[in-house]
């Protein structure tokens, strides 16, 4: 792993000390998993050479900005200007004219301006550093959106003695993009007079301001989609070698994972869709099995007379998930096998024989098949959720599969020394699933988190012998195997199955209770969309802490590294997870809190209604009650 970027730069998360520095708690992220530098200040007392952006949903807003002259196009006042090469998105450090800026601060603030050039995010200015996360906020302007073009309708911003008046209407009839000082050439209706000035001096006119506003605004406290799109990570970087350094990486980054996007099988498309098995399809799900069967037969007898094979195979396939639909899932298996054996890369195959592999319990084999279909056809449909989902049933077997070799919680040691890293014989834990370049998380005895490649390490402990439990092919965790159901099972066939595991495991029939109690959970669960989502993609699995990335984001970063983007500095997410999680923690709190009050409102009307009336002679009626006992 590389560690050449560890010694880098600071968050940006700024507070000013005095008019002439700022002060700014630093919090670089180690590569590769390293733990996190926490405390200390740095102080600057310039702008960066460029900034480095993660986190936002809008994927265009991430990347590396480099520092470039003065724009005098733009709309605002850029004192100081910076450009996503790749994306052609901008961070600008603007004069306020004219509007409320977003901090409060009279004059300045920091800006996100995306490539169509409307403001898209704005953060208090006066500082050199802008922060992260939740102190930008989304930011609607249409007088300052859009490019200028030529012939575009424009007022005069303000009043410019000898030359216009405020809010006076003009036209556009000259651009120039070379990077002049007064780019913009307008003709004044009111006096036909031609000026040269710069972009930040106009605005769209009024009757324009729709062609600009190509966007609406968000509060990202209400909307969580607009929470998601803020920039979670903004670091910066003194320096342009650094900058330049990054970038190189960056390319090596996107080189590396281009030849993964749009992998299809070109003659897949062709003859796969045939028309018997569609009407044997129907017959299947409307439960007229045999005739099914009959058709499938009947479809493959014609295909293999005809020497497609590949169409043969793809029949099996059906015929496999025929057999699913039926529960009878070592048929289904068979099917599938005999498929692969004449097509071992034909997707429908495929996919097929990895649900197959699901239904069997076979969950290490169901992950590979599915590796295998994504090295075939990464473009197939949900394929990231069926790894999400085979990858959380291992889980909930209490052996989660990272690689062929190892499993989470496996015990590995060092084959050699390492500097920096690790010394040889040293042991660690595997903790889940790293990156494409490095696939195992392992915490080592000293607490660091380092991701590596296998052929680094060797298994030191049985992984039988796990914390937390033995692996077993039925663990009551996995409701799939404890229901007896297909891996894409129907609400039909859920019901089915549960009156089904019910019936034979109820205790009145001499069932176990704890078998019983297991079906009632597991059908819960499943029946529910909320609780099943939680549970297939593994959330309800536990964690160490909120900075821990979640099963979905592991299997992201191994599968599809595209998503996630360029990371040089760790999770982006970092303090996103943290404010969810205190946002988690007050909200139980909250519940407890209604509950505990609701108590002792009831515990208080409980004892007011048993409470003795005072009007009342206690001892009246005493010696009645004794006579009637």
């Known amino acids: 792993p590389s560690l050449s970027m560890r010694d880098v730069l600071f968050a940006a998360v700024i507070s000013v000390a005095a008019a002439s520095q ?36 809008i994927r265009d807003a991430n990347g590396l900005y480099f520092h470039i002259d003065k724009d005098q196009t733009m709309l605002h006042n850029c004192e100081q200007l910076y450009i996503n090469r790749d994306t052609g998105w901008y961070m600008a450090y603007v004069e306020v004219d004219g509007y409320e800026s977003v901090g409060g601060h009279p004059s300045r603030e920091w800006l996100f301006i995306d490539k169509d050039r409307n ?71 009111a006096s036909g007079k031609q000026v040269s000035t710069q972009g930040f001096r106009v605005k769209p006119n009024k009757s324009e301001l729709s062609k600009h506003r190509t966007w609406e605004g968000k509060l990202h406290e209400q909307d969580e989609e607009a929470f998601d799109e803020l920039p979670w990570q903004v670091i ?29 099988s070109s003659s897949e498309q062709d003859d796969v869709a045939f028309l018997l098995g569609n009407i044997a399809d129907v017959d299947c799900e409307e439960g007229r099995h045999e005739k099914a069967h009959a058709s499938y037969d009947a479809s493959a007898e014609q295909a293999r007379s005809e020497g497609n094979m590949r169409l043969v195979a793809y ?23 005999q498929g692969l054996a004449l097509e071992p890369s034909l997707s429908p195959v495929l996919f097929e024989h990895a649900l197959a592999l699901l239904d069997n319990g076979r969950i290490p084999e169901a992950i590979r098949t599915l590796e295998s279909l994504l090295a075939t056809n990464n ?100 409701f799939h195997t404890v229901m007896n159901i297909p ?30 109690q297991n079906i009632a959970l597991a059908y819960r669960t499943l029946s529910d969309d909320a609780l099943y989502h939680d549970y297939i993609t593994g959330k309800t699995l536990p964690k160490t802490n909120y900075e821990d990335p979640t099963l979905q984001e592991r299997v992201e970063a191994r599968y599809f590294p595209e998503k996630q983007g360029f990371r040089a500095f760790g999770d982006p997410f970092e303090r996103k997870k943290q404010l ?46 004794h006579t009637e006992l």
Not at 137 to 142: A, F, G, N, S
Not at 158 to 174: I, M, N, R
Not at 600 to 609: D, G, S, T
Request: charged share 30%.
């Open 119 to 189: 403001d898209r995010f704005g953060t208090k200015g006066g500082s050199y550093l802008p922060a992260a996360g939740v102190y930008w906020e989304h930011v609607l302007r249409p007088d300052f959106g859009g490019k200028i073009k030529m012939n575009d309708k424009v007022m005069t911003r303000h009043q410019l003695k000898d030359f216009w008046e405020q809010d006076e209407p003009a036209t556009v009839v000259g651009v120039n993009t070379e990077g002049v000082d007064a780019p913009i050439t307008i003709k004044l209706e």
């Open 315 to 337: 029949v099996h396939a059906r015929k496999g998930w025929c057999f699913r639909r039926q529960f009878k899932f070592n048929e289904a298996l068979a099917q599938t096998e």
């Open 236 to 264: 910066a970087i003194m320096s342009m070698e650094k900058m330049e350094e990054l970038y190189r990486d960056k390319q090596a980054y996107d080189a590396k994972i281009s030849p993964k996007l749009g992998i299809t």
């Open 379 to 478: 473009e197939w449909d949900n394929l990231e959720k069926w790894l999400l989902h085979a990858h959380a049933r291992s889980h909930h077997r209490k052996r989660g599969y990272v690689t062929p070799q190892y499993c989470v919680g496996d015990i590995v040691a060092t084959k050699a020394n390492y500097p920096r890293l690790w010394y040889k014989g040293e042991q660690g834990k595997v903790l889940g699933m790293g990156d494409m370049n490095a696939p195992l998380s392992i915490q080592f005895s000293r607490g660091n988190i380092i991701g590596t490649q296998e052929e680094h390490v060797y298994k030191v402990t049985d992984p039988n012998a796990l914390e937390g439990g033995n692996y077993s092919e039925t663990d009551p965790l996995d």
């Open 580 to 625: 969810q999680e205190e946002k988690r923690t007050e909200a139980i709190r909250a519940k407890e809190e209604a509950e505990r009050l609701a108590m002792e409102k009831e515990r208080a009307e409980v004892e007011e209604a048993v409470k003795p009336d005072s009007n009342i002679n206690n001892n009246e009626g005493v010696d009645h009650i």
């Open 487 to 516: 891996a894409d099972f129907t609400a039909k066939e859920l019901r089915a199955a549960y009156k089904k595991a019910r019936f034979a495991n109820h205790p009145d029939r001499g069932g176990d209770q704890d078998v019983f």
């Open 22 to 57: 700022l002060s700014f708690p630093t919090n670089p992220v180690g590569m590769h998993g390293g733990a996190r530098r926490r405390g200390g200040f740095g102080y600057v007392s310039q702008f960066p050479r460029g900034f480095y952006v993660a986190g936002s949903s």
